[in-house]
């Protein structure tokens, strides 16, 4: 069964290597966190979103948010990654999928009829006191960051 955290609930813990092998713990926080899950380093989707992400990073910075990418793939593609594509955000390594899973992200997908367990595409915004203040399950890459900000702004004009 497929635990996704729903707004409201407080966000799991996690204790996860970002790319330069530094443990990244949400308890380390004090700052929202957008939190998203992607399949795989630099594939046509996953580089469209964190390239996204990167460009708005200066204004989700502004409002008070760090951004985190997970992926199953290793801290060494993350550096890869990140630097062929001049991205400014952190990637959390997960190969074992445990924060992977503990958000929901790890689930059944379907490519060419074929079904294979994989990380479903999803984002969570956590607020500085580690409660999800909005999820997005199943997230298409386009405009998909701008929906993030766009969300961030309103739950932080309150």
Known sequence: MINIPQTGQSAPNFST???NDKLISLIDF???????F?????????????????????QFTALGAK????????????????????????LLSDPEHQLIEAYGAWRLKKFMGKEYMGVARST???????????????VKTKGHAQAV??????LTAK
């Open 17 to 19: 290597p970002d790319q």
């Open 30 to 36: 004090s700052e929202w966190i957008v939190l998203y």
């Open 38 to 58: 992607y399949p795989k380093d630099d594939t046509p989707g996953c580089t469209t979103e964190a390239k996204d992400f990167t460009d708005l990073s200066s």
């Open 67 to 90: 951004i985190i990418g997970v992926s199953p793939d290793s801290g060494k593609s993350h550096c890869k990654f990140i630097d062929k594509h001049n991205l400014s955000i952190t």
């Open 124 to 138: 969570f915004l956590i607020s500085p006191d580690k409660i999800i203040a909005y999820s997005w399950p199943n």
């Open 149 to 154: 900000l766009k969300k961030m702004q309103e």
